[in-house]
């Protein structure tokens, strides 16, 4: 085992002195041919570090296009997606009529895909995401990343559409009532054909009902009223829903709260009216 060692040991030494003295060596070609030499054989760290440091040096050659193009590669083979993006993203800016740049403009699209933030997260880097995409979809239709491009852009906007509905679902779980149904119906907005409408219709009732109920006598009526529209809509437009029972049970409770809230209001005027006759009753007999 301590051979075993020793030998692994001398050998990364030994490769540790030959990437050195390639890295010190004057000529551009020598530092050139031993970095694609690496990268051929996936060693994208040491190609990497040469490619980095030739690109300025043969920016505008032929030499300079690939060793760009191999260099955005070996960031991405790394995992290091946002670098990747960078500079597939600068060497379809640059090279723009390399028979690479196809490629790189989509390269730079997947890597903000593979940096794309897990669902609990902000979603900004998954909309950079979409949008690099249809920008790619938009110079090169045709293409043969065309049919993958697409797949990768629903799959984003999945995850969007997931991640809001989610959001909705936990401001109904905390029985956030105002900022649930806002939510459901931003959903509702920005995700027309979602499987998850249904749904989501029949929790926007539930916390409309909930709303409704702990309100303030002055706010009975209106909230009462929305909770009635909501359940007529729904009806209509899920007439085989399996939430259907559910949502006809707060139609009969949105229309029996409304009769009390208009109830209360009319008793409120009732009152109102008659401490003003009250009053002017008062007025006159000082007067006499």
């Given at each position: 085992?301590?051979?075993l060692l020793f030998f692994a040991?001398?050998?990364?030494?030994?490769?540790?002195?030959?990437?050195?003295?390639?890295?010190?060596?004057?000529?551009?070609?020598?530092?050139?041919?031993?970095?694609?030499?690496?990268?051929?054989?996936?060693?994208?760290?040491?190609?990497?570090?040469?490619?980095?440091?030739?690109?300025?040096?043969?920016?505008?050659?032929?030499?300079?296009?690939?060793?760009?193009?191999?260099?955005?590669?070996?960031?991405?083979?790394?995992?290091?997606?946002?670098?990747?993006?960078?500079?597939?993203?600068?060497?379809?800016?640059?090279?723009?009529?390399?028979?690479?740049?196809?490629?790189?403009?989509?390269?730079?699209?997947?890597?903000?895909?593979?940096?794309?933030?897990?669902?609990?997260?902000?979603?900004?880097?998954?909309?950079?995401?979409?949008?690099?995409?249809?920008?790619?979809?938009?110079?090169?239709?045709?293409?043969?990343?065309?049919?993958?491009?697409?797949?990768?852009?629903?799959?984003?906007?999945?995850?969007?559409?997931?991640?809001?509905?989610?959001?909705?679902?936990?401001?109904?779980?905390?029985?956030?009532?105002?900022?649930?149904?806002?939510?459901?119906?931003?959903?509702?907005?920005?995700?027309?054909?979602?499987?998850?409408?249904?749904?989501?219709?029949?929790?926007?009732?539930?916390?409309?009902?909930?709303?409704?109920?702990?309100?303030?006598?002055?706010?009975?009526?209106?909230?009462?009223?929305?909770?009635?529209?909501?359940?007529?809509?729904?009806?209509?437009?899920?007439?085989?829903?399996?939430?259907?029972?559910?949502v006809q049970d707060y139609l009969?409770?949105?229309?029996?709260?409304?009769?009390?809230?208009?109830?209360?209001?009319?008793?409120?005027?009732?009152?109102?009216?008659?401490?003003?006759?009250?009053?002017?009753?008062?007025?006159?007999?000082?007067?006499?």
């Amino acid at each position: 085992m301590k051979k075993l060692l020793f030998f692994a040991l001398l050998f990364w030494v030994a490769t540790a002195c030959k990437f050195q003295k390639i890295q010190k060596n004057d000529d551009w070609r020598v530092r050139y041919k031993a970095a694609i030499e690496y990268y051929d054989k996936g060693d994208y760290y040491h190609a990497g570090v040469l490619l980095e440091e030739l690109i300025p040096i043969l920016k505008g050659s032929p030499e300079g296009e690939k060793a760009h193009f191999y260099y955005a590669y070996c960031n991405f083979e790394q995992g290091m997606y946002l670098v990747s993006s960078h500079y597939f993203k600068t060497f379809f800016d640059t090279y723009n009529r390399s028979t690479f740049a196809e490629e790189a403009l989509y390269m730079y699209a997947y890597s903000l895909y593979a940096d794309s933030s897990p669902i609990y997260l902000d979603q900004q880097s998954t909309n950079t995401a979409i949008d690099a995409f249809q920008e790619f979809l938009n110079h090169y239709p045709q293409s043969k990343y065309a049919v993958q491009a697409n797949n990768l852009i629903a799959e984003l906007r999945l995850k969007l559409e997931t991640k809001a509905y989610n959001l909705a679902k936990l401001y109904h779980k905390l029985k956030r009532e105002k900022a649930s149904i806002i939510t459901f119906e931003n959903f509702e907005k920005d995700y027309p054909d979602s499987n998850l409408q249904e749904e989501a219709f029949a929790l926007k009732i539930e916390s409309q009902h909930l709303l409704a109920v702990n309100s303030f006598e002055t706010k009975k009526k209106e909230r009462y009223e929305a909770l009635i529209s909501f359940c007529q809509k729904f009806i209509d437009k899920y007439p085989q829903s399996k939430y259907l029972s559910s949502v006809q049970d707060y139609l009969v409770k949105g229309q029996n709260g409304l009769k009390e809230a208009l109830a209360y209001e009319k008793k409120v005027k009732e009152l109102q009216e008659q401490n003003k006759q009250n009053s002017a009753s008062g007025v006159v007999s000082t007067q006499n």
